[in-house]
């Protein structure tokens, strides 16, 4: 699986999230990867969507939690990763 990285859609920020976007995207791509990092490592056999909202609540906890709450990720890009997980894909 090659490492996901979190993308911010321009056209839904305001002027202060287009200004912070490359920090905010590092910040979310690397709570990502912390998060699935932390999963990976203590799998043990749970269904994709049990794996999928893990995924979810360890990246938010990774985060400033005013930026957690605002992050609504594409959760089809999400159980993706997931089910690399699930099948055991290389890192």
Same mark, same amino acid.
């Given at each position: ?11 839904? /920020? ?5 200004? /912070? ?10 709570? /990502?990867?912390?998060?699935? #990092? ?18 979810? #609540?360890?990246?938010?906890?990774? /985060? ?28």
């Amino acid at each position: 699986m090659s490492e996901p990285h979190v993308t911010l859609d321009p056209r839904g /920020l305001d002027p202060v999230q287009q200004k /912070l976007r490359g920090p905010l995207e590092d910040q979310l791509t690397s709570a /990502l990867q912390a998060a699935i #990092d932390r999963v990976r490592a203590d799998y043990g056999g749970e269904p994709v969507e049990q794996v999928c909202q893990r995924l979810l #609540d360890e990246t938010r906890s990774g /985060l400033h939690p005013d930026i957690a709450a605002g992050f609504n990720p594409d959760m089809d890009e999400f159980c993706r990763v997931a089910v690399a997980i699930v099948r055991g894909d290389a890192s």
